[in-house]
Every structure is written in C-alpha cells, then in structure tokens.
C-alpha cells in the first residue's frame, strides 16, 4: 500500500511543478538500512511458502523487521510527514504483534481479491497475514478496508495504512514543492 501514497504522492508534487532535485539533498539517518529491510521483507515474503523453515519463523523475523523501521523512523522524525508514518506502522505492528507476529485480514473484504489469496488465507498459507477469526485481538487494526474499482488496484488495508500514506503524501509534497518553493524565495530586508 505505501507504493499507491509513493506514486500518489509525486504525481499530485509534479502536477503542482514539484520536481525530484531535492531528493538528491536528503539526510537520514542510517539510510541505508531501509533498502535492506525492504528487500529482507520481500525476499522471506516470495521464499515463505517454499522454505517450511523460513515460512515457521517469518512471523519472528517480520516483527523483527518493524521494530528496527519503527527505530529508524523514529530516529529521523524531524522529516516532515514522518511522525504520520510512524504512528502507521506502529499501529500496524501493534496488530500483528499481540497476534503472533501476522497482520489480521477481513475475510470479508478480501473477497474481491483474487480467490488464491482467500483461499491461502483461510488455510493459513499466507505468512505475514492471517485470516480474522473470534480469536482475533484489536481486529479493527487489521486489514479490514476494502480498496476496489474505481481504485486502480484491488487490495484490503488496514487503519495504520491509511495513515502511513499520509504522511508519506505529506512528505513527498514537501521534499518536491515545498522546500524547493522555500528555496527560492529572496530573503527581504527592511528597516
């Protein structure tokens, strides 16, 4: 979901005369760690279902990867938008953690997805999700927000999501029109 708010948010910033040149100027601290993450997260996510090992553990290693990006967010904070992302993925992590380290689903609104990923869901074949059942804690932080047509992507989000993008929305706005609109502007003096 963070993808849709990333290409939302530099087409509004472009459609606003928004451009990419201060992106080249950002400071985070550790940057490099979120690619790494990222790539870690995808990488367990493609190999859960082939690798019985990997997928008994990638609740663990999933939560693992959270808590490092909720450090990491916290620790470059003063980015504009920033605090919105992180009270996304906190609450998100939130749900998966007092549910054994697995985002909680809506049967229900998944039913417009694809019927293998119901299917993977009910049976519990889907590593960083699981169905929503009466055992369920805090399921309205889970995934219950149906997203389909006229949205150009089919998807079920959670409450954190929204939010995570929009800080993300916020933040792209800045980097691309704001700060290059306060870089511009001439100084005045008077008397």
């Given amino acids: 979901m963070v993808y849709d708010g990333i290409l939302v948010g530099i087409i509004v910033a472009l459609l606003r005369g928004g451009n990419f040149s201060k992106f080249a100027e950002l400071k985070f601290k550790y940057a490099l760690i979120f690619p790494i993450l990222l790539i870690v997260q995808i990488t367990i996510f493609a190999i859960q279902n082939k690798f019985e090992l990997v997928g008994n553990y990638s609740n663990i290693t999933f939560m693992l ?15 504009r938008g ?18 054994g380290g697995r985002m909680p689903v809506s049967i229900e609104a998944s039913q417009m ?79």
């Fill in 65 to 79: 990867i959270y808590v490092i990006g909720i450090y990491l967010l916290w620790l470059n904070r003063e980015h």
């Fill in 82 to 99: 920033f605090n919105l992302i992180l009270v996304g993925v906190v609450l998100n992590f939130i749900v998966m953690a007092v549910n």
């Fill in 113 to 191: 997805l694809d019927p293998y990923f119901v299917e993977a869901l009910t049976n519990s074949l889907y590593g960083k999700h699981e169905a929503i059942t009466e055992a369920t804690r805090l399921a309205f932080l889970g995934d219950i927000i149906p997203l389909q047509a006229p949205y150009p992507k089919e998807q079920v989000i959670s409450i954190g999501d929204v939010i995570m993008n929009i800080g993300v929305f916020i933040f792209i706005q800045y980097v691309m029109v704001e700060s290059r609109k306060n870089a511009n502007k001439v100084p005045s003096y008077t008397n």
